[in-house]
């Protein structure tokens, strides 16, 4: 198949594809909106689709919309709280995106910790190419209340099996997240489409902007938190039971990519795979966890438990800023999922090197090459013998020295009076870590007239790896009652999982789209992969937690 651009999704005229009832229950219409699945159909259905072109740009519109500005109550940092009522859709040539269609207007939920009960008008961003409504369906019995207490199938391991509490779940489940893998797949080349490069504040915004629309649609509600370098996203559903403690979610919209890569870098689907800059990571995480939470809307579902999602606009250089929001959200939480993309062969990330950003600055003395080059001192030259010496300090065991940027100088005939360089660090062990800091803090300078400072920009602790994990254990055994064969293995890279993981909290990351390439050209996720991904995400939850901790550990 030849390379193909994919096109901004058009509206729907009628179901892409009828879905085969299932077992829990027909849709029926729910408070949140939804990424909108086909109806199932009546013995006289029939399927069919059609596309509607569209040329000329609708203007999006909110209604019950109120600004509030809060103080967090465990931060001084001022909170801007976002939501909003019923989104009327709207359709653009340029840049559009997919947007999950409200069944009915959204109510507003229960408030994130620290976010206020009301919002602000949603701002002007890219538009949203609607999804077709589901076919209206007979009223339907309500949904089949969850029993978290009902007897378990002890399942191959001698757990108990973690869907007996939910009869049908793993069908209906299956079911609607093949018939959903086609929207989320538009959902998410859209995202993509839309640039976000770290740093970029104004296009990380428009992308938060948009991920907001989309979250709150399923039923979130949404807490904007302003950055240095962009606003962060707090999202908050009720769950079934809000007496438990809550699931926390942590993902990223910011990429590596800088602006204007979609130039010479259209997103492309060939081959059964979709390619972009940003498409694994991880914007195809965020898609799938949108279409997770729509797929329970759908068939009249919550969440067990409250779930909140962290979004950061800095993970890619080390969430120096969105820290704190995670670090605010851990408090509590049951559990922690990460949104990145699995290993290429999809297995989840069990574990993660511990990771630094450090800025080496040199400081010399200028002078005129030719006629005064003996007053002058060379940054760049005592730049370049410090790399070699920070080379031999880190060549301990479990580190590793990525020696990512270099400048320093002004002109040929200029004897460089500044020179830094930026370093990346893996580290296997936090002993390493440890000790390869220390080592870099005391660097000084091997010439006369020349300063070396070295400065942590950002810094994330080993993750490690152990024995026993319960979380690990339950989601294989999810897996397998979805007709899936998963298993996690540890991680060479660094995310916002390395702070809950290296607490001892159960963490398990990779639950983003399946594919590879990232932070390169060949950059790409697996179509055929979304729909098991979306059944997975939307069953861990809506399914009980077994207990993830002795009692001894709380």
């Known amino acids: 198949m030849s390379p193909q651009a994919v096109r901004p999704a058009t509206p729907a005229a009628g179901p892409v594809a009828a879905a085969t009832p ?3 229950t027909a849709p029926v219409a729910v408070a949140a909106g939804t990424i909108t699945a086909p109806a199932a159909p009546s013995p006289t259905a029939t399927t069919g689709s059609t596309a509607a072109n569209t040329a000329t740009a609708n203007t999006a519109t909110a209604s019950a919309a109120t600004a509030t500005t809060t103080a967090s109550a465990d931060s001084t940092t001022t909170i801007t709280t976002t939501t909003v009522g019923a989104t009327t859709a709207a359709v653009a040539t340029t840049a559009a995106t997919t947007a999950f269609t409200p069944v009915e207007p959204t109510r507003t939920a229960g408030a994130a910790s620290g976010a206020a009960a009301s919002g602000t008008t949603v701002r002007t961003g890219t538009a949203r190419t609607a999804l077709a409504p589901a076919a209206p369906t007979p009223a339907a019995a309500p949904p089949t209340a969850a029993a978290p207490h009902a007897p378990a199938v002890p399942d191959s391991e001698g757990q108990s099996g973690p869907t007996a509490a939910l009869p049908g779940l793993p069908q209906a489940l299956s079911t609607r997240a093949r018939t959903l893998a086609g929207a989320v797949r538009r959902r998410c080349a859209d995202l993509a489409r839309i640039e976000s490069p770290s740093g970029d504040a104004p296009r990380l915004d428009a992308l938060a902007e948009e991920l907001a629309a989309g979250f709150r649609a399923t039923g979130a509600t949404v807490q904007r938190e302003p950055g240095p370098a962009g606003d962060h996203l707090v999202l908050q559903w009720e769950g079934r039971d809000e007496s438990l403690p809550h699931l926390l979610v942590v993902g990223h919209h910011d990429t590596v990519w800088p602006a204007g890569i979609l130039t010479d870098w259209p997103v492309t689907e060939q081959d059964g795979t979709l390619s972009g800059p940003g498409v694994v990571d991880m914007k195809g995480g965020l898609a799938i ?16 438990r409250t779930v909140r999602l962290v979004v950061v606009s800095d993970e890619e250089v080390g969430s120096p800023d969105g820290r704190r929001l995670v670090e605010r959200q ?23 090197r511990g990771s630094t950003r450090v800025r080496l600055t040199v400081t010399g003395r200028e002078a005129h090459a030719g006629n005064d080059a003996a007053d002058g001192v060379s940054a760049v030259d005592e730049l370049v013998d410090q790399l070699v010496a920070v080379r031999g300090l880190t060549s301990l065991p479990g580190t590793e ?11 040929a005939n200029v004897v460089a009076g500044r020179a830094e360089a930026e370093l990346g660090l893996r580290f296997s062990t936090t002993e390493a870590q440890r000790r390869t800091l220390d080592n870099l803090a005391r660097l000084t300078a091997l010439r006369p007239g020349a300063r070396v400072r070295t400065e942590v920009l950002s810094s994330r602790p080993a993750w490690p790896e152990r024995s026993a994990n319960p979380l690990l254990r339950h989601v294989r055994s999810l897996a397998a009652v979805l007709g899936q064969q998963l298993d996690g293995a540890p991680a060479g890279g660094a995310g916002d999982t390395n702070l809950p993981g290296s607490r001892g909290l159960p963490t398990l990351d990779g639950f983003g789209a399946v594919g590879g390439g990232a932070h390169a050209r060949h950059e790409h996720i697996r179509i055929d992969q979304l729909a098991p991904r979306i059944a997975l995400l939307a069953a861990l939850l809506a399914v009980p937690l077994p207990r993830l901790r002795d009692r001894s550990e709380g």
Not at 294 to 304: I, N, V
Request: aromatic share 2%.
């Open 22 to 24: 299932v077992p829990v």
């Open 289 to 304: 966890l949108e279409g997770a939470f729509a797929l329970l809307a759908d068939l009249g579902q919550r969440p067990h």
């Open 330 to 352: 851990l408090r509590d939480a049951a559990a922690v999922l990460g949104l990145e993309p699995p290993h290429p062969d999809g297995r989840l990330k069990t574990a993660r």
């Open 401 to 411: 020295l990525n020696a990512g940027r270099i400048s320093g100088g002004s002109r």
